[in-house]
C-alpha cells in the first residue's frame, strides 16, 4: 500500500533523505527551511537507519563537514537558506574542486543581505553560475511540489555519485513551507562500509593494503597540471549537459507564446496558462526541472514554434539570460518577476505577457 | 669500501630507520622546519600501533597543506581552517577509525577558530596537531594569531603591537578549559628529549581516541627558520628564550 | 470540484492548524490539496494566515490573490482579505474584537461568534473547530467522516483523547453561524 502523508516540503525532504539511506545531514537552523533538522532531530535517525545528524556551529562548518563526510564515500547532504548559503560557497567550491558528490538544499529567501524571511529565486546566479571561486558548475534542481522535494533528494544523490559532483536542490520558501499530499518510497538502506569500497573507491575509507593512499584535494601547484584539472571538469560539465537535460512542457503544442518559469513560479505560471487560455490567449509553459544542465535545446526549439517568450522568475531577471542565450535572438524574451519576498499573482503573469510580449 | 658499508649495513647492526609510514617523497620544507621531525613523529606513532590501515589525516592550508605527500596513509585536503569540520564528519561517519587534524597557527586559531572551538566543545573523539610558529610561513612571514608581542612580521615589520593587533592567543589554554577535550598538552621539537616526550604525547592522544576519551590537543611550539630571518640553531635558542616564555611546555589537562 | 480558502486570524488562534485539519480531511476524501502558511516571525503574536487549497484536479498555484471563501479571525485580517474574496464568494468572520463589520454587497456573509461559544464552554482550545464546522456547514466541501479522519491524522496520538471534544465543537459551529449577507 502506498503511503500517503500530508506535509511540508522542508520535512519531505528530511523523510526522503532517512528512507533513502543517507549517512549524514549537517546543518544550522536558518528559516524557512528549519524544519529540515527539527524533523531529522524529531525522528532519531541514528536509532533506526544509522544516520548521523548534526547540528553544526554554522554554515562554514556544516559544508565542510560534507566534504569530510562526502571524502569518505558517504552519502552527506545539508540544506540552508540564502544567507547560508552565501556562506557556503567556499566549501562548496571545494567540494566541486575534489570532485566530491554530495547534496546541498538551498530554501531560497529574498535577498540581498540578511533580507526577508519570504520566498524568492534570487540566487540562480550563484547556484548555476558557480556562486565561489573558479570553474566549476553544481548539479542543480529545481522542485516545484512537495513530491518532489521528496523525489529529488535520491535523484540528486543518485547524480551527484554518477558524476562526482556536488547536487543543488534550489528550493524557495514556497515549497518548503506548503503541504501537499506526498507519497513516500520504501526504506532503502544505507550502504555498508564494504559497498563503499566498491562504489567509490577513490574515499578515503583507510587505506588498505590492497591499494595504494587515497587523497581528497582540491591542490594543484603545478598550472599545467591544473589545467588537466579544469579539462577533466569541463568534459566532465559537458557530459552533464549531454545527458541529464530534464524539463517539463505543459500546454506548448499549440503555443502562440511561451512562459518559461522552474520551481514555485512555474506553479503559479500553470495558473496563469490557465487564465491566458479562459481568455483566448494560447500560451504554453516550459518548466526547467534542471537548472544546470539547462534544457537550452526545447527552449530553441519552442522558440521557432511561439511568437515571444516570457520568463518568469522571484527575482530582478537571472534565468532570463539563459532562456536568451537558448532562444539566441530567434523571438522576443522578456522578464517578469516579483522580488524581494514578493510573490506574483497569475494574474499579474498574464498582464505581464500581454503588455511585455503581446503588445510590445 | 663498498666490502665494508655491506658488512655494517645489516639489520642486526640497525639503530634507526625511516618509518615506513612515510613516503619517499622529498619533504619541502625549509632547513631547521620543525613539520619535518613532527611528520615523522607521527608517521613512527601510526606504524608502532599498526593502524595505517585505519587511520585517516586532514591536512591544513598553510606549509603542511602538502602534508599528504609525506605519510602514506588516506588523506584529506582541507580548506583554511575547516580541518576540524571535516575530521568531526570523517570520525562520526567512520568511528571505527583514526583520524587526525594536522594545523598551523593561522589555520587553527585564526580563520579555523570558530571549528576548533566547536570541534572540542562537542568533544570530537580526534586527534588535533596543532604547529605553533608563530608566523605565516607559507604565504610569507605575515603575522600570525599567536606572533608573540614586539615580534617583527612582514604584516607587521616593526613587531607587533599589541594595542593595534591584539595580544597574541593562547588558544590551547582555552581549549583546554573546555569539557570535550581530553589529554591538552604543549611540547616542542628542539632536542632529542623534547622530541621524545612529543612523541610520548603523539601515541597518548591516539591511544586515547581509541578509548573515546575526546579531543586530543597536542601543540608543538616550533620554529620558522626563515620567517623568523634566523639560522635554524638560532631559531631553535630563540624559540627557548621567548616563546617558551609565554609558551610554556607541559601538559595543561589529562582527563 | 476547487475551493480556494484563506484563514487569517492571530497567531494562537489555531489558524495554520485549523488548515491543516481541513487539508487532510481533503486528502482523506481523495482530494488534491495544498496548504501555504505565512510563516516567519508575525506568527509570534501577530497575524497568521494559511491559504488552503482543495480540487479534484492537479493544483497549480499554491499561492493566491484571490479566495473563493474567507475565514477571518480579526480586524486586521477582514481588511486585508474581504477585498480578496471573489465575486459570489464566502466571507465567514468572527465578530469578537471586530469594528468595522464587512461591508461588501457582492459576497456572502456570514458570523460565527467563536470566541464568545469557547467562552461559554469554557473550552477556549475548541475555538478553531467551532469556525472549522462553521465553515463545513455552508461549504461542505469535506464530509464530515473525512473530517474526523483528518482530525486524527493531524493531531498527534497523545491528544487522540480530544477528538470527541473536537468534535462536539464542530457540531457547534455549525449550529452558531448565521447569514448576515449584505447581497442586495
Known sequence: MRELKLMKGNEAIAEAAIRCGVDGYFGYPITPQSEIMETLMAEKPWETTGMVVLQAESEVASINMLYGGAGCGKRVMTSSSSPGVSLMQEGITYLAGAELPCVVVNVVRGGPGLGTIQPAQSDYFQSVKGGGHGDYKLIVLAPNSVQEMADFVELAFDLAFKYKNPALILSDGVIGQMMEKVELKEYTPRWTNEEIEKISPWATT?????????????????????????????????????????????????????????????????????????NGIKVGLLRPITLFPYPVNEINALADQVKGILSVEMSAGQMVEDVRLAVNGKVKVEHFGRYGGAIPSPGEVVEALKQKIIGG | MAEVLNDIIKPENQIYGKSEVLTDNVLHYCPGCSHGVVHKLIAEVIEEMGIQEQTIGVAPVGCSVLAYNYLEIDWQEAAHGRAPALATAIKRLRPDRFVFSYQGDGDLAAIGTAETIHACNRGENIVMVFINNGIY??????????????????????????????????????????????????????????????????????????????????????????????????????????????????????? | MK?????????????LSMGKILAYSGVMQDMEVTWMPSYGPEMRGGTANVTVILSDQRISSPVLHEFDTAIILNQQSLDKFEKEVKPGGTLIYDSNGITRHPERTDINIYRVDAAEETARMQSAKTFNMIVLGAYLKVRPVVKMENVLKGLKKSLPERHHHLIPLNEKAILRGSEIIREVSLVE
Open chain 1, 206 to 278: 583507510g587505506k588498505g593494503a590492497h591499494r595504494g593512499r587515497n587523497v581528497i584535494t582540491s591542490l594543484e601547484l603545478e598550472a599545467s597540471e591544473q589545467e588537466k584539472v579544469n579539462h577533466r571538469l569541463q568534459a566532465k560539465y559537458k557530459e552533464i549537459e549531454k545527458n541529464e537535460v530534464r524539463c517539463e512542457k505543459f500546454m506548448c503544442d499549440d503555443a502562440d507564446y511561451l512562459l518559461v518559469a522552474y520551481g514555485s513560479s512555474a506553479r503559479i505560471c500553470q495558473k496563469s496558462v490557465e487564465l491566458a487560455r479562459e
Open chain 2, 137 to 255: 610561513g607559507m604565504t610569507g612571514g605575515q603575522m600570525a594569531p599567536t606572533t608573540l608581542e614586539g615580534m617583527k612580521a612582514a604584516t607587521c615589520p616593526y613587531g607587533r603591537d599589541v594595542s593595534r593587533d591584539g595580544h597574541p592567543i593562547k588558544i590551547t589554554e582555552l581549549l583546554a578549559q573546555l569539557p570535550g577535550t581530553g589529554y591538552v598538552t604543549r611540547q616542542a621539537v628542539h632536542t632529542p628529549a623534547a622530541v621524545r616526550k612529543t612523541k610520548k604525547a603523539l601515541r597518548k592522544a591516539f591511544e586515547n581516541q581509541k578509548l573515546n576519551k575526546g579531543t586530543q590537543l597536542i601543540e608543538v611550539v616550533s620554529t620558522c627558520s626563515s620567517g623568523w630571518k634566523l639560522t635554524p640553531v638560532q631559531a631553535n635558542k630563540w624559540m627557548e628564550e621567548n616563546m617558551f616564555a609565554f609558551y610554556p611546555l607541559g601538559d595543561l589537562k589529562d582527563e
Open chain 3, 3 to 15: 475551493e480556494e480558502i484563506i484563514i487569517a486570524g492571530f497567531g494562537g488562534q489555531g489558524v
